[in-house]
């Protein structure tokens, strides 16, 4: 499976981006995609992930400001990020797998978000 990330970059407090991922190659029907972010220092943290489905699984820190949405169709996750924060800033990598509550084996490249005061 591969993961192909895009969409972040750099905006203010308050503002909105969206990222995408779109998955190719060998994929289970049953799979969960989701999105992770890592701060400099920090360890990589879930933000939200979603179930072929639609169970989905928010971060309590972006609860109501982020909204994660598929594409089935297309193998292709996306995050919808509103209201966003400085403490937003970070890597964020899409993820694949089985769980909506911890990670899956795949993982894409990373896409800097960064959210200035």
């Known amino acids: 499976v591969q993961l192909q990330a895009s969409g972040g970059g750099l905006v203010q407090a308050g503002g909105s981006l969206r990222l995408s991922c779109a998955a190719s190659?060998?994929?289970?029907?049953?799979?969960?995609m989701g999105w992770y972010r890592q701060a400099p220092g920090k360890q990589r943290e879930l933000v939200a992930a979603?179930?072929?489905?639609?169970?989905?699984n928010y971060a309590d820190s972006v609860k109501g400001r982020f909204t994660i949405s598929r594409d089935n169709a297309k193998n292709t996750v996306y995050l919808q990020m509103n209201s966003l924060r400085p403490e937003d800033t970070a890597v964020y990598y899409c993820?694949?797998?089985?769980?909506?509550?911890?990670?899956?084996?795949?993982w894409g490249q990373g896409t800097q978000v960064t959210v200035s005061s």
């Open positions: 190659g060998s994929f289970s029907s049953s799979n969960v």
């Open positions: 979603m179930t072929r489905i639609g169970i989905t």
């Open positions: 993820n694949a797998g089985v769980s909506p509550y911890i990670s899956g084996p795949y």
